[in-house]
């Protein structure tokens, strides 16, 4: 089993939809960063996270330490939004203390 | 937030030849910085850990004579690929490191450079 698993790992919505995507991880963690990579490959960094929630235009995450579990909400989707969305944590444990662990990437297309 | 740039973005070579990829933080210094290999539809994987002025340190089944890193200054770290072969075209990414003003670290990632070997 994967220390990060996102969900789902395709997603399709209609343009103007509100998007879910979901991340869960196993290990003890610093911090939670929520990626963008575009096709061309670029990655940018949406939010780093280690409690509670973040907001940053149409763009929610959120972070449930207990659970082990951080989400990433997208309202009013546009096609625009259309990317891998990646989770990575900061371990803070073990021989990966201190490097980022990777999800798989969750492939988003938002249709006009 | 703060900026990293990759030189080149794109760079085809024969087999054989050594490439140089530089990775800067453009406005900020990079306490550590993190060179990732991406397969298509895969995700990022550590290559190697770079601190300035002292030896990277390697993922395990990475060789270090191939990826020579060299992290001169807090801005600045290359990855050269020697004496490269096909198995070594890949989407190679670079991430800074810093300080973040309320402790802990804020990560920046590069957009990455497409090695292609003919």
């Known amino acids: 089993k994967n220390e990060v698993e996102q969900s789902p790992q395709n997603l399709t919505a209609q343009e103007g939809e509100f998007i879910t995507i979901n991340c869960s991880y196993s290990v003890g963690i610093s911090a939670l960063h929520w990626l963008q990579q575009h096709p061309g490959g670029g990655i940018v960094s949406l939010f780093m996270?280690?409690?509670g929630k973040k907001k940053h235009g149409r763009l929610i995450a959120t972070i449930n330490i207990q659970e082990k579990h951080s989400s990433l909400h997208i309202t009013a989707s546009h096609p625009r939004d259309s990317a891998v969305y990646i989770c990575a944590v900061r371990s803070t444990g073990g021989t990966s203390y201190g490097k980022l662990t990777f999800g798989q990437g969750t492939i988003l297309t938002v249709h006009p | 937030g703060a900026v990293v740039s990759q030189h080149p973005s794109r760079v085809i070579c024969k087999s054989g030849t050594s490439v140089k990829i530089e990775c800067r933080s453009l406005?900020?210094?990079?306490?550590?910085m993190f060179w990732y290999r991406q397969f298509p539809k895969k995700s990022l994987m550590l290559m190697a850990t770079?601190?300035?002025?002292?030896?990277?340190?390697?993922e395990q089944g990475v060789e270090k004579d191939k990826f020579l890193i060299n992290h001169a200054s807090l801005t600045l770290s290359t990855l050269t690929v020697t004496s490269a072969h096909p198995e070594d075209s890949s989407f190679y990414i670079c991430?800074?490191?810093?300080?973040?003003?309320?402790?802990?670290?804020?990560?920046?990632f590069g957009p990455g450079t497409r090695l292609t070997v003919l």
């Open positions: 406005d900020f210094q990079a306490t550590t």
């Open positions: 770079s601190n300035e002025g002292s030896k990277a340190t390697y």
């Open positions: 991430s800074a490191r810093r300080v973040a003003a309320g402790g802990g670290y804020e990560q920046f």
């Open positions: 996270l280690s409690s």
